[in-house]
């Protein structure tokens, strides 16, 4: 049984930090892509950042510099270290794996394909 059990969202005042944290079970996570997404309200679901299984990591443009996505293939976590929030940073942020190189292009979060965790809620507040 695939799951992704996420933790660490919560809320802080602008400038401040959060981590997610997500342990992946019941799939081969070292062969895997692994990230996270996010959806605000009123808002696209977008990824947010990403490691492939070659070790390439991908970052939006709006978090470059601010956020840190790191993956522990050993404990199949991957994690998002998040500083400087924003008030835009607001959204439910997804952990999100696949095992097959494909990437999440649509409108809402959680995705269609791929494997998702429940969604953990992000709120800062300026």
């Known amino acids: 049984q695939v799951q992704l059990v996420e933790s660490g969202g919560g809320s802080v005042q602008a400038g401040g930090s959060l981590r997610l944290s997500c342990t992946a079970s019941g799939f081969s996570f070292d062969a895997s892509d692994v990230g996270w997404y996010r959806q605000a309200t009123g808002n696209e679901c977008e990824l947010v950042s990403s490691i492939t299984s070659e070790g390439h990591i991908y970052y939006e443009d709006s978090v470059k510099g601010r956020f840190t996505i790191s993956q522990d293939n050993a404990k199949k976590t991957v994690s998002l270290e998040m500083n400087g929030l924003k008030s835009e940073d607001s959204a439910v942020y997804y952990c999100?794996?696949?095992?097959?190189?494909?990437?999440?292009?649509?409108?809402?979060?959680?995705?269609?394909?791929?494997?998702w965790g429940q969604g953990t809620q992000v709120t800062v507040s300026s």
């Open positions: 999100w794996a696949d095992d097959a190189s494909r990437q999440w292009f649509g409108t809402s979060c959680p995705g269609d394909f791929g494997y």
